[in-house]
């Protein structure tokens, strides 16, 4: 499947965010925001078709759309401090609105391949932009590791031990959103917090600390877009839906293992 | 020489509309030894986050080692532990030795990692609340007790000259809460540390402190238990007739 031009672009893409995705994911989750991923995922939706109605790129106005969000959620979470959820609530229904006028419109044709992924020819344009974009995310990751590690667990001591809290979570906030934006071209819009959620779900029940749980999580969130992407592409499958299945066999395959070995002990 | 640690200076705040401190002033010396007691919703850990500008006053200005607390840096010399370590759940996958490394990485900068003179940091300030045998362990596995004693080695990491807690022995066993206050002790005696304790429990709390912040109804009282005084009716006021007040002389 490599001599394929198309192939080789998808799984170079793939393999990033099966490592990007699962490695932000493991913070939301911990922090219990995993919801946004699923409120980004919708208003990427309505950049995407932005871009298809003016034929531009999608994923740049994805981005844009996303990353204005994320900074809207953490503003209204400001408003509402004792019912945060609202945030998310108010720009998911901001995003499905406006992704439902958009597509209305017109020129909207190639909806569906951003709404389950797919392995579609992408410009070098957007490969480029791609992985710059997951460097910078993965290497901000690294860098704030520590830090997000603290304020996963106690964000106020966080904050009294010097940490510029506020800050790094905007700036955690705008990396989500690129995470989400940058993904939807293959796992889909619908699907991309699954994958940021099934791979962080799999490696709880058996990590060990909070770095091998991060471990986990990407040799997951990897084998589950790489076994994905080839099922689709031989089975001819949907390849957004193929690669959350994939991630959602790992997780049964850990539950089956770990209760395995609590009855053989 | 001004031996305030603490300065509290005509402090009011509110929620919405409703006033939980009102012009309040207090202060806390070094090496003292401070619980802060008060009926539910009495605004103990609004105080608490008040001194250490995890909360605005209002009006009024609070004072940290003689700095204004807005434009106060040195963390350091802060160890603090909040309500939200009672939510460590048996899943989160965190080891006490990470969880107390943290207290020690957030002083680092973005590239800095973890040294080996760090570990026996972390390995030492272990030993000092006897949890080094617990190192490689999750903390969500470990007792209510032995989880405050965690966060304790995770705040002294640092060696803060001041300690702050938030009810930290809610679900203590009181075998544990004896072992944790005789932890205390030797933290003071030790290392002269002055500590801050917000509580629930007043029989116990006054037994232990030199000094308590009684909080009601936007005000607070303040008793120097080293001295004589009628703490019990003031306390029957706040609590009501059942309450017995236990003095401590030093």
Redesign the interface.
């Given at each position: 499947m490599l001599t394929y031009e198309f192939m080789r672009r998808s799984l170079i893409m793939g393999v990033m965010i099966g490592i990007i995705a699962p490695s932000v994911g493991y913070f939301l989750v911990?922090r219990r925001q995993s919801v946004i991923g699923d409120t980004l995922s919708h208003v990427a939706l309505s950049g995407a078709a932005l871009g298809m109605l003016t034929n531009s790129y999608p994923i740049f106005t994805a981005i844009l759309f996303t990353v204005i969000a994320s900074l809207g959620i953490e503003g209204l979470r400001k408003r509402y401090k004792h019912y945060a959820e609202l945030s998310l609530s108010i720009v998911l229904s901001a995003g499905v609105g406006l992704a439902s006028i958009l597509l209305s419109l017109g020129n909207t044709q190639g909806v569906l391949s951003y709404l389950f992924g797919s392995l579609s020819l992408v410009s070098l344009e957007e490969i480029i932009l791609f992985v710059i974009l997951s460097i910078i995310i993965i290497v901000t990751i690294i860098?704030?590791f520590?830090?997000l590690?603290?304020m996963t667990?106690?964000?106020?001591?966080?904050?009294?031990?010097?940490?510029p809290t506020r800050k790094i979570n905007m700036f955690f906030s705008v990396l989500v959103a690129l995470t989400v934006a940058i993904s939807m071209r293959i796992v889909g819009i619908l699907l991309i917090s699954s994958l940021m959620v099934i791979p962080v779900a799999a490696?709880?029940l058996i990590?060990?600390?909070?770095?091998?749980?991060f471990i986990y999580s990407l040799i997951f969130g990897f084998i589950s877009v790489v076994v994905g992407l080839t099922l689709s592409y031989y089975l001819n499958l949907a390849t957004g839906g193929t690669i959350v299945l994939s991630a959602l066999a790992i997780l049964l395959v850990v539950i089956i293992f770990q209760s395995i070995n609590k009855t053989s002990m | 020489m001004d031996r305030h640690v603490i300065s509290v200076e005509n402090v009011s705040f509110s929620y919405g509309k409703n006033r939980v401190l009102d012009d309040i002033s207090l202060y806390v010396d070094e090496g003292d030894f401070v619980g802060i007691i008060g009926p539910n919703g009495s605004a103990k850990t609004t105080l608490l986050?008040l001194m250490?500008?995890?909360l605005k006053p209002e009006k009024g200005n609070i004072k940290m080692f003689g700095k204004d607390i807005k434009d106060f840096?040195e963390?350091?010399k802060?160890g603090?532990?909040?309500q939200?370590?009672r939510e460590?759940n048996q899943?989160?996958?965190?080891?006490v030795e990470?969880?107390v490394g943290?207290?020690l990485?957030?002083?680092?900068g973005?590239?800095n990692r973890i040294k080996g003179e760090d570990k026996d940091k972390i390995d030492e300030v272990l030993k000092k609340v006897e949890m080094i045998d617990y190192k490689?362990q999750?903390v969500g596995n470990l007792s209510g007790g032995q989880k405050q004693r965690v966060f304790i080695a995770?705040?002294l990491i640092?060696n803060p000259k001041i300690l702050l807690m938030d009810e930290p022995l809610v679900g203590v066993d009181l075998d544990s809460q004896n072992k944790f206050y005789s932890l205390l002790d030797k933290l003071k005696r030790d290392y002269n540390i002055t500590i801050i304790m917000v509580s629930h429990d007043i029989g116990i709390i006054s037994d232990k402190v030199n000094r308590l912040f009684c909080l009601s109804n936007g005000k607070v009282y303040d008793h120097d238990l080293t001295k004589d005084i009628d703490g019990a009716s003031i306390l029957k006021s706040l609590y009501g007739e059942n309450v017995k007040l236990l003095l401590h002389k030093h």
């Open positions: 911990l860098l704030l520590d830090k590690f603290y667990f106690d964000e106020e001591s966080a904050y009294l031990s010097g940490i490696s709880l990590a060990r600390s909070f770095k091998s749980g | 986050k250490v500008g995890l840096k963390f350091y802060i603090y532990i909040s939200h370590v460590f899943m989160f996958p965190a080891t990470e969880v943290a207290g990485k957030a002083g680092k973005f590239i490689k999750k995770r705040a640092n």
